[in-house]
């Protein structure tokens, strides 16, 4: 969740330039394979799908966590996804709130709505394979 704060709050120019690290290096990779892509698109693509990917993790390492603390029961891992994909939810709010007041970031619900739909689908996904693997 730090992490997820960390890349938030980051100024502009910072990450701007880390994701244009990220998305050149993908460009070489794509390249490599004889396509050709805009590098502004992928560019773009990436900046995107970092919001879920990173609130996803998120919400698999605080469902495995709180599903690990609470007592054994029947409602524990439905418990545990509701807590998880709510807590991360909130940080996405938080963090995105937050860029009101870092150099060159500015507040947008639409990727708050990516954030919020990871932690829910890495919370639903770890409740899933919890139950499939019988373990809570």
């Known amino acids: 969740m730090g992490l997820c704060l960390f890349l938030s709050w980051q100024p502009g120019e910072e990450t701007a330039a ?6 050149q290096a993908v460009h070489r990779m ?3 394979f004889g396509f050709e892509v805009d590098i502004t ?5 990436l900046r995107k799908l970092a919001h879920p990917a990173v609130f996803f ?14 007592p054994r ?4 891992a439905a418990l545990a ?13 938080v963090a995105e709130v937050g860029k009101l007041w870092i150099p060159g970031r500015h507040l947008q619900w639409d ?13 639903a996904a770890a409740w899933t394979a919890s139950w499939l693997r019988k373990e809570f």
Do not use: K, Q
Not at 57 to 70: P, Q
């Open 18 to 23: 880390l994701s244009g690290e990220i998305a």
């Open 57 to 70: 993790v998120a919400g698999v390492l605080l469902f495995c966590s709180t599903a690990r603390s609470l």
């Open 30 to 32: 794509i390249r490599l």
């Open 73 to 76: 029961g029947p409602c524990r």
């Open 41 to 45: 698109i992928i560019h773009a693509v």
């Open 81 to 93: 996804c509701a807590v998880a994909a709510l807590a991360v939810s909130l940080l996405a709010v």
């Open 111 to 123: 990727e708050t709505l990516l954030d919020v739909l990871g932690a829910a689908c890495g919370s």
